[in-house]
């Protein structure tokens, strides 16, 4: 089978690391793994590695994923692949500036694999571009009509 993309995986816990590889091989995409934010950085500047979706863990020895993410959003050959963020812990001030620094959405582990599958198809089809509702409401400040757009976490509670 053909693979349909190329996810990069950014977790240090070694069970779900192995869990999300085994879960995203299910779902047919290519898999990258990197063990921790260096790892990760140092993987992500080669030229070659064409990456379609990046799953990055918060919490991380060495670069932890805020900085990760904020390094990916300075570099213009990296800035428009989608991220989804990773934790265990539930905390929405976390998961609000995930997403204020740009993160697609944010994912609580443990990741179920029919809730990572319609995330990541929701990230391939929108690749993060902005709609003329969405520039015109920060030039404006009025609401963007979002529908389906709202973090998945935030939907859930």
Known sequence: MESEGHIFVVEDDKYQRLR??????????RVTIAVDGQDAWDKLKDPELDVTLILLDLMMPNI??????????????LK??????????????????????????????????????????????????VSPSV???????????????DCAICQSL
């Not at 590889?21 to 779902?27: A, G, P, S």
């Not at 932890?64 to 050959?77: I, S, V």
């Not at 976390?94 to 929701?122: H, W, Y």
């Not at 520039?135 to 609401?143: A, M, P, Q, V």
């Open 20 to 29: 999300i590889e085994d879960i995203v091989t299910l779902l047919e995409y």
């Open 64 to 77: 932890d994923g805020f900085e990760l993410l904020k390094r990916l959003k300075e570099t213009p050959r």
């Open 80 to 129: 428009d692949i989608p991220v989804i963020m990773m934790s265990s812990t539930v905390d929405m001030e976390m998961i609000t500036s995930c997403l204020e620094k740009g993160a697609f959405d944010f994912l609580i582990k443990p990741i179920r694999p029919g809730v990572l599958r319609g995330l990541i198809n929701q990230a391939r089809s929108s690749q993060i571009q």
């Open 135 to 149: 520039e015109l409401s920060i030039e404006t400040g009025n609401k963007p009509e979002t529908e389906g757009q």
